[in-house]
């Protein structure tokens, strides 16, 4: 019955929210803020539409994503071909790539081999298979979305679920333990391993397309491999020790025949095809090129860009046969229109608010308003603003979080004189590590939906891992991303 109201709560939420999106545009259209132009008005007026509606879900994230085309160009905040350029930004493109390969990767079952083989060489007893699990589920996390992830996780982790018998001498029911811990480590694993790449989450891209709009510099992959895998990297390894040791501590470690499952399923894989071994080699090829583009590449081909070497992948994929029939392709695109392109759009309407806080002042004038700020502790800021974005993303899509967020948090960051990749960074990891309840990610719900797992369990232990997840972004972001990235002190 809980679960009743509380989705029942959401959908109210979306009623509201469908009429208070256009009575903000109204209320804020009719006010006159001292040093605010008129395009920036309409633009601020636009933007909290977009928002309330993105909130509450009062239509789909998607079609919400539109309104910047509608409503910029009539209230006066950016012309209509500026407002559409940014649904064609070039991080858009680089998603597309991504996403193609990632199916490619799923239409031959290579997920599922790599996963198994993780496995198989990680988990020996009970808390190494939940290691296993979760490295996997991270690593696949990395490069495919974290929806699709948990997908080919569950059933799995379900079929190991089945192979761990309670023990009567003990007060803990080790089955419907590790029931619960194999579900929630799979959620938590795909979004932390999300984290740790430029294409692992959507927020990642929207936060490099954030940052190119407003300061005209351009986030590579490496770059942002230097932040987000060490922040993932921790806090999987803090979630393990967490599921294992304090939220599920079992006193028993062996786990007869859960070796022998996994060995047998890798058995039932077979050899690696041709059609996994080309798929892989691509996968190796862009995944080295993305890596070394900014380091090597860049010297012998100067105009290269992570956006082309995912173009070149996705073409490829549709070049390449996957047998000795060469008119059958690794990819058909009946497959690939599969695409999300709602994400896609939510990009693009994001990408166009950013700009439009930019030309129109909008930006500016925030920054002002919050030179209040000033005085008070960076660090503590930080802080606030990481757990509120967090806690926020617990009812709210963390895609559609960052992207209202960001274009705020770029001036916030020069007002209160912490670096804006910073804040900005910082924030958008938090909106991916959000825990405790079902529509938070959608690996969340995805394991929620196994029947195994009710929301006090996902908020019991969800709360302790935000907590977590929270210190350690925090202080890693505000300590050590000035000195890997080289970042200027601001005063």
């Given at each position: 019955?809980?679960?009743?109201?509380?989705?029942?709560?959401?959908?109210?939420?979306?009623?509201?929210?469908?009429?208070?999106?256009?009575?903000?545009?109204?209320?804020?259209?009719?006010t006159?803020?001292?040093?605010?132009?008129?395009?920036?008005?309409?633009?601020l007026?636009?933007?909290?539409?977009?928002?309330?509606?993105?909130?509450?879900?009062?239509?789909?994230?998607?079609?919400?994503?539109?309104?910047?085309?509608?409503?910029?160009?009539?209230?006066?905040?950016?012309?209509?071909?500026?407002t559409?350029?940014?649904?064609?930004?070039?991080?858009?493109?680089?998603?597309?790539?991504?996403?193609?390969?990632?199916?490619?990767?799923?239409?031959?079952?290579?997920?599922?081999?790599?996963?198994?083989?993780?496995?198989?060489?990680?988990?020996?007893?009970?808390?190494?298979?939940?290691?296993?699990?979760?490295?996997?589920?991270?690593?696949?996390?990395?490069?495919?979305?974290?929806?699709?992830?948990?997908?080919?996780?569950?059933?799995?982790?379900?079929?190991?679920?089945?192979?761990?018998?309670?023990?009567?001498?003990?007060?803990?029911?080790?089955?419907t333990?590790?029931?619960?811990?194999?579900?929630?480590?799979?959620?938590?694993s795909?979004?932390?391993?999300?984290?740790?790449?430029?294409?692992?989450?959507?927020?990642?891209?929207?936060?490099?397309?954030?940052?190119?709009?407003?300061?005209?510099?351009?986030?590579?992959?490496?770059?942002?491999?230097s932040?987000?895998?060490p922040?993932?990297?921790?806090?999987?390894?803090?979630c393990?020790?967490?599921?294992?040791?304090?939220?599920?501590?079992?006193?028993?470690?062996?786990?007869?025949?859960?070796?022998?499952?996994?060995?047998?399923?890798?058995?039932?894989?077979?050899?690696?095809?041709?059609?996994?071994?080309?798929?892989?080699?691509?996968?190796?090829?862009?995944?080295?090129?993305?890596?070394?583009?900014a380091?090597?590449?860049?010297?012998?081909i100067?105009?290269?860009?992570?956006?082309?070497?995912?173009?070149?992948?996705?073409?490829?994929?549709?070049?390449?046969?996957?047998?000795?029939?060469?008119?059958?392709?690794?990819?058909?695109?009946?497959?690939?229109?599969?695409?999300?392109?709602g994400?896609?759009?939510?990009?693009?309407?994001?990408l166009?608010?950013?700009?439009g806080?930019?030309?129109?002042?909008?930006?500016?004038?925030?920054?002002?308003?919050?030179?209040?700020?000033?005085?008070?502790?960076?660090?503590?800021?930080?802080?606030?603003?990481?757990?509120?974005?967090?806690?926020?993303?617990?009812?709210?899509?963390?895609?559609?979080?960052?992207?209202?967020?960001?274009?705020?948090?770029?001036?916030?960051?020069?007002?209160?004189?912490?670096?804006?990749?910073?804040?900005?960074?910082?924030?958008?990891?938090?909106?991916?590590?959000?825990?405790?309840?079902?529509?938070a990610?959608?690996?969340?719900?995805?394991?929620f939906?196994?029947?195994?797992?009710?929301?006090k369990?996902?908020?019991?232990?969800?709360?302790?891992?935000?907590?977590i997840?929270?210190?350690?972004?925090?202080?890693?972001?505000?300590?050590f991303m000035?000195?890997?990235?080289d970042?200027?002190?601001?005063?």
């Open positions: 019955m809980k679960e009743i109201r509380f989705f029942s709560q959401i959908k109210q939420r979306s009623t509201i929210g469908l009429l208070l999106g256009p009575i903000a545009f109204f209320i804020i259209l009719s006159h803020p001292v040093g605010l132009s008129e395009a920036g008005k309409a633009i007026a636009s933007s909290a539409w977009v928002a309330i509606w993105w909130i509450s879900e009062a239509l789909p994230l998607a079609v919400s994503s539109l309104m910047p085309i509608i409503l910029f160009p009539l209230a006066g905040g950016m012309t209509l071909e500026q559409t350029a940014s649904y064609g930004h070039k991080f858009i493109f680089l998603y597309i790539g991504g996403f193609v390969l990632a199916m490619a990767i799923e239409r031959w079952n290579l997920h599922k081999r790599i996963a198994l083989v993780i496995i198989n060489i990680i988990g020996t007893n009970l808390k190494s298979i939940i290691l296993g699990f979760m490295v996997a589920t991270a690593f696949l996390s990395m490069w495919i979305s974290n929806t699709a992830t948990a997908i080919m996780m569950l059933p799995i982790g379900l079929a190991i679920c089945s192979k761990l018998d309670d023990d009567p001498a003990t007060r803990l029911n080790e089955h333990a590790f029931n619960k811990i194999i579900m929630i480590a799979i959620a938590y795909a979004s932390i391993g999300g984290v740790a790449t430029l294409v692992g989450t959507a927020p990642n891209l929207v936060l490099a397309g954030v940052i190119e709009e407003f300061f005209d510099v351009q986030i590579s992959f490496v770059q942002w491999l932040i987000g895998l922040v993932s990297i921790l806090l999987l390894g803090l393990w020790f967490y599921l294992t040791h304090i939220a599920f501590p079992f006193k028993k470690n062996a786990f007869p025949g859960g070796k022998a499952l996994i060995q047998s399923q890798i058995k039932a894989l077979g050899p690696l095809s041709i059609q996994e071994r080309r798929v892989l080699y691509i996968f190796i090829a862009t995944g080295l090129c993305w890596i070394l583009r380091l090597v590449l860049d010297k012998w100067p105009n290269l860009d992570d956006t082309i070497i995912a173009i070149v992948a996705c073409v490829a994929i549709f070049i390449i046969p996957s047998d000795k029939d060469f008119n059958k392709k690794i990819l058909k695109w009946e497959e690939a229109v599969k695409l999300p392109w994400i896609l759009l939510l990009f693009g309407g994001g166009a608010i950013a700009n806080f930019k030309t129109s002042g909008l930006a500016e004038w925030v920054g002002l308003q919050l030179s209040s700020l000033e005085g008070f502790s960076p660090f503590l800021i930080l802080a606030i603003l990481v757990t509120s974005i967090n806690f926020l993303t617990e009812i709210n899509s963390n895609l559609a979080t960052t992207t209202i967020m960001l274009p705020i948090l770029a001036p916030l960051g020069i007002a209160i004189g912490i670096h804006p990749y910073i804040i900005m960074a910082a924030c958008t990891i938090a909106a991916s590590c959000a825990f405790m309840l079902p529509v990610t959608p690996p969340n719900a995805i394991v939906a196994s029947g195994h797992l009710k929301i369990d996902m908020a019991r232990t969800g709360v302790w891992m935000n907590i997840a929270l210190i350690v972004i925090s202080c890693y972001v505000y300590f000035p000195i890997v990235w970042l200027p002190v601001l005063n």
